[in-house]
């Protein structure tokens, strides 16, 4: 039986998720314990396409794909009861594009994911992960629904009804989304959140309608002159069951320029992309004692 702590519901009774939440608030963020264990799946997409208007006529159009499994051992917790060490077991990372496909680890890998002050490090045995491995484990991992500064931003910290919309904090998402590479210059409306029902389950849906971004990874000397992007997604809440999702999209289609002051001519340069992800977490039994 997966453990009651992970109810992330803090109330007396859910009246079987009929019309309402009668609890102190509503908490997202599953509490773990040294040596619960989990099967972890991820997996993330991406869709690129970029035209530049120069005298090349360069353009860009990709479509990536990562697919991540393990078997997480919490090893350590904070005093929030989010973990700051784990071990993933039988890990495996496939890195696709429509031409190829491989695997970024052997079969069976194994290592231990340490998280400090707004960082993360991944080690195999006492070393560290080459920087580019860990690079797109980090990637991914950082943006896990157990995330504290995602989860914090979308609680309401009060009881809450089904069907009800609530406002989310623009600053934080601001910040939220700063993390992710996408700096916004503007909302095209209040960013917001609806608890509602799915059958026997319960799942947040949150929106944030966005007008000018721009991107960590911009090509140099670009500017944006205009944009629109929406970045949503769901969240979907455990019960006994144990099981717990979180699915986002982000897309966004961005218009400006490219200055090379005193060498060339500007000319215009566009960026559509859609990023999209899911991830999953099934609470299994708990290990005797921790490594």
């Known amino acids: 039986m997966p453990r009651k702590a992970l109810l992330v519901l803090v109330t007396s009774c859910l009246f079987c998720f009929a019309l309402s939440v009668a609890a102190a608030g509503l908490s997202l963020t599953p509490r773990f314990e040294p040596g619960d264990r989990y099967q972890l799946s991820l997996q993330s997409q991406t869709k690129t396409a970029a035209l530049s208007r120069a005298p090349e006529h360069r353009s860009f159009d990709e479509s990536v794909r990562l697919d991540y499994r393990a078997t997480v051992v919490v090893l350590e917790t904070d005093g929030s009861g989010r973990p700051v060490r784990e071990l993933h077991q ?145 969240i979907e809440l455990p019960g006994d069951s144990g099981h717990m999702a979180h699915s986002s999209n982000f897309a966004f289609d961005i218009q400006g320029g490219v200055w090379n002051s005193g060498v060339a001519p500007s000319f215009a340069w566009r960026m559509e992309r859609e990023h999209s992800t899911v991830q999953q977490i099934q609470m299994i039994e708990r290990v005797a004692s921790t490594q």
């Open 90 to 234: 039988n890990v495996d990372l496939r890195f696709s594009r429509p031409s190829a496909s491989r695997s970024l680890f052997q079969e069976g890998a194994s290592y231990e994911v340490r998280r400090g002050h707004g960082d993360m490090q991944i080690f195999i045995g006492d070393r560290r992960a080459p920087a580019d491995v860990e690079r797109v484990v980090v990637d991914l991992l950082k943006n896990r629904f157990d995330r504290e500064a995602f989860t914090s931003w979308i609680e309401p910290g009060r009881t809450v009804e089904v069907g009800e919309t609530w406002e989310l904090d623009g600053s934080s998402a601001r910040r939220l989304l700063s993390d992710r590479g996408i700096h916004v210059r503007g909302f095209d409306g209040p960013p917001t959140a609806t608890l509602e029902a799915n059958g026997s389950s319960l799942l947040v849906r949150y929106r944030i309608p966005l007008g000018r971004v721009e991107l960590d990874e911009m090509p140099p000397n670009t500017e944006t002159a205009k944009s629109h992007s929406v970045y949503e997604g769901q």
